[in-house]
């Protein structure tokens, strides 16, 4: 069992930054590829990023390659997500997400295994 724990989130003016923590515990957890999602009111789960075990390989959504960067620290058991240049269409409560395989539908939420609890993030125009 992998429990998975967000913080970070808050209240951000457009064109702002914010950085999200998703600190992972319990068995094997530092063995897990990792995600992060996202859900707005009235929308389904999205893909916003994932990295390898490594951290050497990276995915992004298309609409937040080049403003968010995703990394993680192994020694910390800790994933982060770097966000910036902030729209109100980031607006969503952000989840993080690990899985055994970061495969070829690393961007589909059934393919992870763990999921947190989720943080708000809210960007006012």
């Known amino acids: 069992q992998v429990q998975l724990v967000e913080s970070g989130g808050g209240l951000v003016q457009a064109g702002g930054s914010l950085g999200l923590s998703c600190a992972a515990s319990?068995?094997?957890?530092?063995?897990?590829?990792m995600g992060w999602f996202r859900q707005a009111p009235g929308k389904e789960r999205e893909f916003v990023a994932a990295i390898s075990l490594s951290g050497r390989t990276t995915y992004y959504a298309d609409s937040v390659k080049g403003r968010f960067t995703i990394s993680r620290d192994n020694a910390k058991n800790t994933m982060y997500l770097q966000m910036n240049s902030l729209g109100p269409d980031d607006t969503a409560v952000y989840y993080c997400?690990?899985?055994?395989?970061?495969?070829?539908?690393?961007?589909?939420?059934?393919?992870?295994?763990?999921w947190g609890q989720g943080t708000q993030v809210t960007v006012s125009s």
């Open positions: 319990g068995r094997s957890s530092s063995t897990y590829a």
């Open positions: 997400a690990a899985t055994r395989v970061l495969g070829s539908s690393y961007y589909r939420p059934p393919m992870y295994d763990y």
